[in-house]
């Protein structure tokens, strides 16, 4: 049926575009080319589909002619199986590439692209036509070397060709050693990209070089130069009686910092009284901006970098660590300076008032997330005694954050209670356990409590109608809902939506997946069918979390954009922004919001590659062990299987040797027409793990029932 249409489109597009065509209209169209009036409705679709391609076009008065094609200006992002994507300004899907169009364009470049077909309800499909300007122009990868030259193989398997290094171009590199190569050619169709070696990271096998590697791919920056640092030794200094002046003293107020063991970085703290029935609760955060004045070196090279990278076995901060675990940071019985969210809130957990103010605390206690949960949660003796003047604090805290989150849950937040990774290295950063990161009663309260600062200084902040920072997560497209809830049809669930889609019809397929086997792929769908959260001077809410204002006000010494807006907070308290002041962040917001995109997907990115990196160098460790794990995902090629550590691999339907499987895609199942087996998602299925290969960063299982099943047949 498919097939027949683009036929009958491919003839009406050659007759429009014949010599001796002359512009018409539907009727004339039908009555030249012969088409019955109950067929009509068919040649109506086939013109629209092609002006929506661009192929034609239409006059005021309803003629076709042929159009000329839009160009689209964007940016190409190649798969490891060789297509790739353009995402341009324009609203809309991304723009699938195939290998035959892609035209010598290399990952990361910016090109022209010409749309070739809209298919209906699916993907715009197009074809590079010249590339503007590359975006990458040095590649880590394994260098290995022949008689009279060498060659580069790219870490990023997005990059599909291996880099040609002439003779005298490999600065002293020998096989097996991770370089950075400076490209001097892309290479086309038929010739190779080539390159020069610019720098060497160290042997692929040896301690610390995977991770350094992935760093150096992603341009992360890892030194401070001499500048800033002597900068941040030179205001890094103990709290005086001249800072504190003209703040609120709250260094008699009962408070606690509450993070991981093994957290360095600590920006924020909470305290919480009680005044009658009402919580007064106060969220404590690190006055960074006291000591990194704007356009100063600190404050360039923080906006440089963005974030904090948290990788597995290092962190690359934002600031230097004379600030960031240092003055910045609020450690115990030492005064601090913060910028502090006081909110009154009532039994209903709604606030009612609340203070943004500059101030100094003390901390009274360094808690962790372990100890506070064991105090709450297992009501264990010993750490009941070590803390019991903090006891009744967290009794209460713990009491507020219930309500606090049965409010936003009320209002249709949504929970993807995704499983995250926790990798445990030895000493030599090799990867001793991989676990699924728990959450608790103490992680849950601290999430509570940031959440519900950040809302209402956002909110404040915009019926001030000052220039601000937003941390907008917009409504996702009606049409990726539609495909969401047509798939999920298929197992029994529903989303109620008209023209936009309610966070609360999310929370409710979220919550009736609980328990279900589907509950993981499902959930992945559904996180997958929603926007990227983005920062933006302009406001325009958060779907997830169902807020209507929200900012990043919690972690100054890690993100930028808090950073920022402490700075505008700080002017309005102070009496400071005047016209001139509010013009000049007008001016700048739109690229700090920009830089701190780019920087937080960066990191990101960073962050995924690496832990993907310590599952598949954990795993190889289990070459033909058998685990159980939960099907994830189905394609053409193979089916994905997640282990209940998250470490997930596939198993490739070409390597089961010569049995046939077929892929029913909308029964969302492999069917195995030699053995009869069945593969469905959310299966529990028994695997052997078959391969880890740490270049390509691939994990690789076989089904231990299927083999099973083949030994029985002999």
Known sequence: ?????????????????????????????????????????????????????????????????????????????????????????SPGDDIFISGDDINGAFDGDQVEVVITRIPDGKRKEGRIIKVLSHGITKVVGLFEKSKNFGFVRPDNQRLQQDIYIHAGKEKGAVTGQKVIVELTSYGDNVNKPEGKIVEIIGFANSPGTDILSIVKEYNLPTEFSEKVLNQAGRVSKEVSEADIEGRLDLREVEMVTIDGADAKDLDDAVSLVMDGENYILGVHIADVTNYVQERSALDREALNRGTSVY??????????????????????????LTLSCIMTINPKGEVTDHLITESVVNINERMTYDSVALILEQEDSEEIARYEKLVPLFKNMATLSERLRENRKSRGAIDFDFPETKVILDEEGNPIEIKAYETNVATRLIEDFMLLANETVA???????????????????????????TFINNFGYHIHFNEEVKPMEIQKLLTK?????????????????????????????????AAKYYAHFTSPIRRYPDLQIHRIIKENIRGRLNEERIDHYHRILTDVALQSNVTERRADEAQREVVKLKKVEYIGEYIGETFEGVISGLTKWGIYVQLPNTIEGMVHVMNMVDDYYEYHEQRHEMVGEVTGKTYKLGQVVTIQVAGADIDRRTIDFDFVDYWSSLEEDR
């Open 1 to 89: 049926m498919k097939k027949e249409f683009e036929n009958k489109k491919k003839m009406v597009y050659d007759f429009i575009c014949d010599e001796i065509y002359v512009p018409m209209k539907l009727k004339e169209l039908a009555d030249i080319l012969q088409v019955e009036k109950e067929e009509r409705r068919e040649l109506e679709q086939i013109l629209n589909s092609l002006v929506a391609e661009g192929k034609i076009k239409t006059t005021q008065k309803g003629k076709y002619l042929k159009g000329e094609k839009k160009t689209l200006i964007g940016i190409f992002q190649s798969h490891p199986r060789g297509f790739g994507f353009v995402t341009t300004e």
């Open 311 to 336: 990788l597995v076995d290092r962190v690359i901060p934002m600031l230097p660590p004379q600030l960031s675990n240092g003055s910045c940071s609020l450690h115990p019985h030492v005064d601090r």
């Open 513 to 545: 997946l609980t328990g279900s086997p589907y509950q993981l792929m499902i959930s992945n769908l559904a996180l997958r069918s929603m926007k990227q959260a983005r920062y933006a001077p302009e406001n325009t809410g958060h779907f997830g979390l």
């Open 459 to 485: 909110e404040e902040y915009y019926w001030r109608e000052l220039p601000f920072l937003y941390r907008n997560h917009e409504v996702p497209e009606a049409e990726k809902i539609r495909t969401l809830s």
